[in-house]
């Protein structure tokens, strides 16, 4: 069901992994429709030197977070702030119907980076919206038996 | 190729040799119409009643209570629809659990959008119905109550014969899906104090497309399917004689040997189970650890996604399942594990391994082995577990 892109990401994710002391880090999704997308951004010039990612989520979900790292990795802000949800599951030769939000949630994660970078840095970024919600709900900490 | 191992036989299972050389003949030398009246057809007519026969003594029942269908969930079906329908005069309640297969809820909630009322009983943490409740809930215009004789997720097996006790106690029919019970665990109709029971052909290695509804012969079953007077005129259509023959035959081989089978599955089940929850950190047996089918292992694993889990599984030739919602197509994950009080994060990392006969140790071995890498790689990629680990130190 998905393209070997798709399945190349999920297998091999790029950029899988934390950044400490991160320029901006964004997280999006719930616990409760079981995906969550946390990224990293460092940022020099105004120019995203690295970025990682961590998500919990299906197969699509970590793909889409692959593919999105890596295509705004070495952009500018404004740069990475125009790649759509679109382009990122275009660049992985499509995704299942059912697994479209899965880009969509890798768009606002970046986002959300983003907007964390602009908030810490006193930066105002035209058109950019803080994160729509925040997961922090701390759902993880409920008993586990 | 690397070789499959297959572990989820509670979605369907192979057909068997023996089973595939009873049907082969009504496919193409006795393919007459039961129905017709020349001697050429008589083989078929009689292969179809000595399979209604098979199957009536394997459940303990009369041959006329059988009535032949299409599926599990045909029967399913026709037991809550066809009964809410006969029993409309005497009232409109029905009572079932919040943990049954979707056969039952959705025709349950069909049934609730059509002027009855539904009642879905709670379960406790190892999917086990409250009798307690059950008793309260049932009032004067209860006329059936529908509990499923195991669950296909979690695999607990539920106090049918005591559910069947306070039913004939209270006067109301019983109807039990029994699915994934059929062969794996003694089903007889009158010890259970049953009046309906939902069977499907292929999860006992019998063909796909074909099932059963057993009726006692005292509840009033109208007919579901119009047509010709096929089933006592309750189930019109011309009868799958080939699926029908494969599945009585499959029955009669289940149940053959099912107390040696079963006992091997159990050991199975609890080998790898207790091989899982000590080689994977934070994980948790869902369903009862005892009162479960002999073939089921249910297990979350936190901080991670069942479909993501499914998929490097599948990379590495084994087939299982997840009550994840990734896999269902819908956002929220099992409505079983959310029911026996799963947090949504705990309920989408699950994962369902369902044993048969062709299962091994070394498969279980081989499962193992594969599965540990994989959750670690899984939460390494976890915000869930990485959180966790800075929280907790």
């Known amino acids: 069901m998905y393209s070997e892109k798709v399945m190349d990401h999920f297998t091999n994710p790029r950029n899988m992994g934390e950044i400490e002391n991160a320029d901006g880090v964004g997280t999006v999704g719930n616990a409760k429709c079981g995906d969550i997308m946390r990224i990293y951004l460092k940022v020099e010039n105004n120019v995203i030197q690295d970025v990682r990612f961590k998500t919990f989520g299906c197969g699509a979900a970590v793909a889409t977070s692959s593919m999105a790292t890596e295509l705004v990795k070495g952009k500018t802000i404004q740069q990475a702030l125009e790649i759509t949800n679109a382009a990122v599951a275009e660049a992985l030769d499509g995704l299942p119907k059912a697994k479209v939000h899965c880009s969509l949630l890798a768009e606002e994660a970046l986002h959300a980076a983003i907007w964390d970078y602009a908030q810490k840095n006193g930066i105002v970024i035209e058109g950019l919206e803080p994160p729509k919600e925040d997961i922090h709900e701390e759902e993880e900490d409920e008993d586990e038996d | ?393």
């Open chain 2, 1 to 393: 190729m690397k070789e499959t191992i297959y572990l989820d036989h509670a979605a369907t299972t192979p057909v068997k040799q023996e089973v595939l050389e009873a049907m082969l003949p009504f496919f193409t030398e006795s393919f007459g119409n039961p129905s017709s009246i020349y001697s050429f057809a008589q083989d078929s007519k009689q292969a179809l009643e000595e399979a209604r026969e098979t199957i009536a003594k394997g459940i303990g029942a009369l041959d006329r209570e059988i009535y032949f269908t299409g599926s599990g969930t045909e029967a399913d079906n026709w037991a809550i629809k066809g009964v809410a329908e006969s029993y409309r005069s005497k009232g409109n309640h029905i009572i079932t659990s919040k943990v049954e297969h979707h056969a039952v809820l959705h025709a349950c909630e069909y049934l609730e959008k059509n002027g009855f009322e539904v009642t879905y009983l709670d379960v406790d943490a190892d999917g086990i119905v409250d009798l307690e409740q059950l008793k309260s809930s049932i009032k004067d215009t209860t006329i059936l109550i529908t509990i499923m004789f195991a669950n296909n997720e979690i695999g607990t097996v539920q106090p049918i014969r005591e559910i069947g006790r306070i039913a004939k106690e209270r006067g109301v029919l019983f109807h039990t899906d029994a699915v994934q019970a059929i062969g794996h665990v003694p089903v007889d109709v009158n010890d259970l104090g049953v009046d309906l029971l939902s069977i499907s052909g292929h999860k006992f290695y019998g063909p796909k497309g074909v099932g059963v509804l057993y009726a006692r012969k005292t509840v009033k079953l109208k007919a579901f399917i119009h047509g010709g007077g096929q089933e006592r005129g309750r189930r019109g259509g011309t009868e799958n004689v080939p699926g029908i023959v494969g599945m009585a035959k499959a029955m009669e081989l289940a149940l053959a040997d099912m107390e040696e089978e079963s006992a091997r599955q159990r050991e199975l089940r609890d080998y790898v189970k207790e091989r899982i929850l000590e080689k994977v950190p934070y994980a948790r047996l869902n369903g009862h650890p005892e009162k479960r089918l002999p073939n089921n292992v249910n297990i979350s694993f936190r901080f991670i996604e069942g479909e993501s889990l499914l998929i490097m599984l599948d990379m590495k030739g084994i087939c299982a399942s997840s009550g994840s919602a990734c896999t269902s197509g819908s956002l929220d994950p099992s409505h079983v594990l959310l029911a026996i009080g799963l947090p949504h994060e705990i309920a989408h990392g699950s994962l369902r391994i369902s044993l048969g006969e062709s299962s091994t140790r070394e498969d279980m071995d081989t499962l193992v082995e594969a599965l540990v890498p994989i959750v670690e790689k899984l939460r390494a990629m976890s915000p869930l577990y990485e959180d966790f680990v800075k929280n907790n130190g």
